[in-house]
């Protein structure tokens, strides 16, 4: 059934989203969160005669969600997109809203705010045109996925939908898959004593270092496995290492966090088990050497199969609406698609085209988002009428 979406709606909407200051608190302590955001989109639903529920997560964080019931006998779809954004740090109007040249300028312009405002567009589209579903529909507008994404893992233990779309930007292309990443904290202990007398102290800024080493040649190592056709290879890197108290003294402690991002063949355990052996090697090979690692952090890397319905059906949308055959693509950074995935969800990742992603200038390009709506609208009525 083709009508016509409210491109006016869509554009307003997505300004004063813009407008509105939803950095995570997490990475700024002086940000909002996501509570003011999330009564304006919980106000916006109301406004459309449906039902908006606020899920309380932290002191002013929340998700917001709403379910449009089916009739029965189809397949039920979640679209989940964030409120949350990274900080604004020397940017001149972070939360302009400014509409130049087709594009739309701001703070979560394209990340992910223009992404919200499609899924909101296809709601007021259902309603006005009291179209019917056979499978639910939920929005799902989440807190924190810039940082820990407590909203969606709240998120998977409330609802559950045979697939999701996540709207995040990827130049009205289809992300089939991204990388994990994992965070581990190496720690060395030594012996302090005065730097004059070498055979009372023990160095654990040196044994750090030794394990730096083996930790390059690691880096090496993943550089030179196959590539995911999507994804290329795997890499860490080290951001901060911090060690001893004092110079002329022998370091007693040494800390050092490494980053690793990971393929979807990768897990927690492999990983950990890796990172153990090269302890296990210089402890065999270096007197009074004591180290330990442990994982910090890990998100997994995900990946959907082209061939799955939801795909499909978002591939015929994207031909449909724009005329041209979209690519499939894969993301370098970690999504809350990792989470909906490994709850059961079959989940795809499309979203408008843009730039600025964490950048001072951050903006979207108008035509996108209208044509991210459209895409929205005719993958949710052939997929959610399927028979399960």
């Known amino acids: ?139 799902a507008f989440v807190a924190d996925e810039e940082y820990a994404s407590i909203g969606t893992e709240h998120l998977v233990k409330v609802y559950q939908t045979d697939a999701a779309i996540v709207t995040e930007p990827t130049g009205l292309d289809i992300c089939l898959a991204h990388k994990g990443f994992g965070l581990f904290e190496f720690s060395t202990t030594g012996k302090a004593a005065h730097g004059s007398l070498p055979e009372k102290g023990i160095d654990a800024n040196m044994h750090m270092g030794m394990i730096m080493t083996e930790l390059n040649r690691l880096s090496h190592k993943l550089q030179s496995t196959s590539p995911h056709p999507l994804l290329g290879r795997p890499s860490l890197h080290i951001p901060v290492i911090k060690g001893g108290t004092e ?41 009074n050497f ?12 995900y990946e959907i199969d082209k061939t799955n319905k939801i795909v499909t059906k978002l591939f015929d949308s994207v031909k449909g609406v724009t005329g041209h055959t979209p690519s499939y693509i894969g993301h370098p950074w970690w999504e809350d698609s990792s989470l909906l995935g490994k709850a059961g969800m079959d989940t795809v990742i499309i979203g408008p085209k843009g730039g600025g992603l964490h950048a001072k200038k951050e903006w979207v390009d108008i035509r996108s988002v209208i044509d991210l709506t459209g895409i929205l609208y005719k993958t949710t009525l052939n997929y959610c009428n399927l028979l399960p």
């Not at 554009?11 to 990475?27: A, K």
């Not at 916006?44 to 029965?72: D, F, W």
């Open 290 to 301: 004591n180290a330990a690692v442990k994982p910090i952090m890990w998100r997994d890397p």
């Open 1 to 139: 059934m083709d009508i016509q979406l409210d491109h006016q709606f869509l554009i307003h909407t997505l300004q004063q989203l813009i407008r509105i200051n939803s950095v995570n608190p997490s990475l700024d302590p002086h940000a909002p969160g996501e509570a003011k955001i999330g009564s304006f989109l919980a106000q916006t639903i109301k406004n459309m005669n449906l039902k908006p529920k606020i899920h309380h997560l932290e002191p002013g964080r929340v998700n917001v969600t709403t379910v449009i019931k089916g009739t029965g006998g189809g397949r039920s779809l979640m679209i989940n997109g964030h409120m949350d954004t990274v900080g604004i740090y020397n940017m001149k109007e972070p939360f302009s809203g400014t509409i130049s040249e087709g594009k739309i300028f701001g703070r979560g312009s394209i990340d992910m705010k223009a992404g919200i405002a499609a899924a909101l567009t296809l709601v007021k589209a259902l309603v006005e045109h009291k179209i019917k579903l056979k499978g639910d529909l939920i929005i």
């Open 247 to 287: 110079p002329f003294t022998y370091a007693e402690n040494c800390k050092m966090k490494m980053e690793i991002r990971t393929l979807p063949r990768d897990t927690l355990e492999k990983t950990l088990s890796e990172l153990n052996a090269i302890i296990k090697k210089l402890s065999a090979r270096i007197d």
